[in-house]
Each structure stands twice: as C-alpha cells, then as structure tokens.
C-alpha cells in the first residue's frame, strides 16, 4: 500500500519541515491571457475603465503569494523575501511572470504560481466587459500555460 505524506488514516498532516535546513530559496512562474486586439490596445493606452490593469494585477499578485497558507491546505506559512511580478504585453496576449523569494525551509513554487494566477484573473476581471461578446461569453479570452520557469535553492553564506 502507498503511503501519503499528507494524508494518514484519512487524516490530513502538514509535513514536518523542522529537520531541514534554512537555505535561500527563489522561484519564477509565468502564464499568459488571451485578449482581443482591442482589449490589448485599451491596456496599453490605459484606457481600462476600471482603471490601471497592470498595477491592479501587480498588486493582486503579490497579496495572493502572501495568503497562499490560506488557499492550499498543505502550503507552510513562510517569510516571504521578496515577489516581484513583470508583464509583457504582446499583440494578443499578457504575459506575467512572478518571482518569490525566501530564505526558509521549503520553497516558494506555490506561492510563484498563485501570483501568476491571481495576477492573470485579475487581468479578466478588469477588462471582462470589452471581452464579452454579444452573448455574454469570452470566445477570445483564454487563461494558458501557467507553470513554474525556475526554482533555485542555495545554501546562505556566513556573514
């Protein structure tokens, strides 16, 4: 029979972290949303009724890494060192990329992707309205790729 590390008897467990060593860790998640050329062009021009896309995106991003204990489950609460969030706006796309620092136990990959997430929900929902078709429905907004680019783990030096 397998055995779990987060679940025993049909009882969930946070893994033991205590044993491990404090090291620097730091990791980058990137994703993109599919947006119409109009959209795109809105951003660009801040012209997005609900105001500033980007910024609103960036700051959504970087609650979202500081809450990720509160989403999954089995996450630790850990020091966050660092996020930074970049976004490349393409001709029919917005790329975000998150990057997570820590000097901890256990790394950063979740809260990397949560901001990437958030960061690319909260785009939707600030230009959600030029989006919609005369159905109601998003045929060209697509949330895609979302995935871990780098993780690096280094032992500190004395200081």
């Given at each position: 029979?397998?055995?779990?590390?987060?679940?025993?008897?049909?009882?969930?467990?946070?893994?033991?972290?205590?044993?491990?060593?404090?090291?620097?860790?730091?990791?980058?998640?990137?994703?993109?949303?599919?947006?119409?050329?109009?959209?795109?062009?809105?951003?660009?021009?801040?012209?997005?009724?609900?105001?500033?896309?980007?910024?609103?995106?960036?700051?959504?991003?970087?609650?979202?890494?500081?809450?990720?204990?509160?989403?999954?489950?089995?996450?630790?609460?850990?020091?966050?060192?660092?996020v930074d969030v970049e976004f490349e706006v393409g001709d029919t796309d917005v790329t975000a990329s998150v990057?997570?620092?820590?000097?901890?136990?256990?790394?950063?990959e979740m809260e990397a992707l949560t901001g990437v997430s958030v960061a690319l929900l909260t785009i939707w929902?600030?230009?959600?309205?030029?989006?919609?078709?005369?159905?109601?429905?998003?045929?060209?907004?697509?949330?895609?790729?979302?995935?871990?680019?780098?993780?690096?783990?280094?032992?500190?030096?004395?200081?």
């Amino acid at each position: 029979m397998q055995e779990f590390s987060h679940i025993k008897d049909d009882r969930a467990y946070m893994v033991d972290i205590s044993n491990k060593d404090i090291v620097s860790r730091r990791a980058t998640a990137s994703g993109s949303i599919s947006l119409t050329g109009p959209t795109i062009e809105s951003i660009r021009g801040g012209n997005v009724k609900k105001g500033n896309v980007l910024a609103t995106a960036r700051t959504a991003a970087i609650l979202a890494v500081k809450r990720v204990p509160e989403m999954i489950p089995m996450c630790h609460q850990i020091p966050i060192t660092s996020v930074d969030v970049e976004f490349e706006v393409g001709d029919t796309d917005v790329t975000a990329s998150v990057e997570v620092r820590s000097v901890g136990k256990t790394g950063v990959e979740m809260e990397a992707l949560t901001g990437v997430s958030v960061a690319l929900l909260t785009i939707w929902d600030m230009v959600k309205s030029a989006e919609k078709d005369d159905t109601g429905n998003y045929p060209s907004t697509a949330i895609k790729d979302i995935h871990v680019v780098k993780k690096v783990k280094e032992q500190l030096t004395n200081q």
